[in-house]
């Protein structure tokens, strides 16, 4: 094979450690199309044979649908850990450690929960676990890409907002502006890997010592967070994020 078609969701995390496993690739003098797309516009590339690498599925829940074996796609490496969970802006933290804890009296957490669409039924799972609609706690569901901004909004005034998200992304770069509060009755679910999938068919043309190389490629949240931020907040595009990664100069020394 001299070209290899490698799809991601088009979201800047995703695009961003796309980038990154191309060098790889590219290591190997393949040419590389990207598809990005929705979820459901990703699914129909792969039942087409469209798609041969794909970054990154988040298994084994969130992405489970991306494993029908008509997609004809196989779990490959371990790139990094997604975990949701909630956290307090580490300047209103005020000793909360705990999810437990708000159900207590004597704190001034935000009682609405201004949480994304994607992670609304999670939300909702927290809430009834704790019994924190009996405290006042009201859920407010809006899309993405707004509750990005008004939890990056909050760190920045130290707003004592609750923030429900998925780590890595550019909110947890650099681990001090977020407190994380502990979920002890396992509400929010568990963590995920974040795995590559090859296409079957594909997989025998493909050269094994790359494989191998790409099955032992490990980014971690840290990595996948700084390239996120890389992009949204220095506004570079994903291969340069990538090759500040390669180079060792996209994380702080």
Same mark, same amino acid.
């Not at 699914?43 to 798609?51: L, S």
């Given at each position: 094979?001299?070209? +290899?078609?490698? #799809?991601?969701?088009?979201?800047? @995390?995703? !695009?961003?450690?796309?980038?990154?496993? =191309? $060098?790889?690739? &590219?290591?190997?003098?393949?040419?590389?199309?990207?598809?990005?797309?929705?979820?459901?516009?990703?699914?129909?590339?792969?039942?087409?044979?469209?798609?041969?690498?794909?970054?990154?599925?988040?298994?084994?829940?969130?992405?489970?649908?991306?494993?029908?074996?008509?997609?004809?796609?196989?779990?490959?490496?371990?790139?990094?850990?997604?975990?949701?969970?909630?956290?307090?802006?580490?300047?209103?933290?005020?000793?909360?450690?705990?999810?437990?804890?708000?159900?207590?009296?004597?704190?001034?957490?935000?009682?609405?929960?201004?949480?994304?669409?994607?992670?609304?039924?999670? +939300?909702?799972? #927290?809430?009834?676990?704790?019994? @924190?609609? !009996?405290?006042?706690?009201?859920?407010? =569901? $809006?899309?993405? &890409?707004?509750?990005?901004?008004?939890?990056?909004?909050?760190?920045?005034?130290?707003?004592?907002?609750?923030?429900?998200?998925?780590?890595?992304?550019?909110?947890h770069y650099g681990s001090t502006n977020l407190t994380p509060l502990?979920?002890?009755?396992?509400?929010?679910?568990?963590?995920?890997?974040?795995?590559?999938?090859?296409?079957?068919?594909?997989?025998?043309?493909?050269?094994?010592?790359?494989?191998?190389?790409?099955?032992?490629?490990?980014?971690?949240?840290?990595?996948?967070?700084?390239?996120?931020?890389?992009?949204?907040?220095?506004?570079?595009?994903?291969?340069?994020?990538?090759?500040?990664?390669?180079?060792?100069?996209? @994380?702080?020394?």
């Amino acid at each position: 094979m001299t070209s +290899v078609t490698l #799809g991601h969701l088009d979201e800047t @995390l995703h !695009e961003a450690t796309a980038a990154a496993v =191309a $060098r790889v690739l &590219e290591a190997y003098e393949l040419e590389i199309e990207y598809v990005p797309g929705t979820h459901e516009a990703l699914m129909a590339h792969m039942r087409n044979g469209d798609i041969d690498l794909f970054v990154s599925a988040w298994l084994p829940d969130v992405d489970a649908a991306y494993l029908d074996p008509a997609l004809g796609m196989e779990p490959l490496g371990d790139l990094y850990r997604p975990e949701f969970g909630w956290h307090l802006p580490t300047s209103a933290a005020t000793g909360l450690t705990s999810i437990a804890e708000l159900a207590a009296d004597g704190h001034d957490v935000n009682r609405e929960i201004v949480t994304a669409q994607s992670v609304l039924d999670r +939300v909702r799972h #927290g809430v009834a676990a704790y019994n @924190l609609t !009996e405290h006042g706690f009201t859920i407010a =569901a $809006r899309p993405d &890409e707004d509750v990005v901004e008004y939890a990056d909004q909050a760190i920045r005034t130290g707003d004592p907002a609750i923030i429900a998200l998925w780590q890595p992304n550019f909110l947890h770069y650099g681990s001090t502006n977020l407190t994380p509060l502990a979920d002890p009755k396992g509400a929010l679910g568990t963590a995920q890997t974040a795995r590559m999938l090859v296409r079957r068919a594909v997989r025998p043309e493909l050269d094994s010592d790359m494989l191998d190389e790409l099955d032992e490629l490990t980014l971690g949240n840290k990595v996948v967070s700084a390239l996120d931020h890389a992009m949204r907040v220095e506004g570079m595009s994903a291969d340069a994020a990538a090759e500040a990664w390669q180079r060792g100069k996209l @994380l702080p020394r």
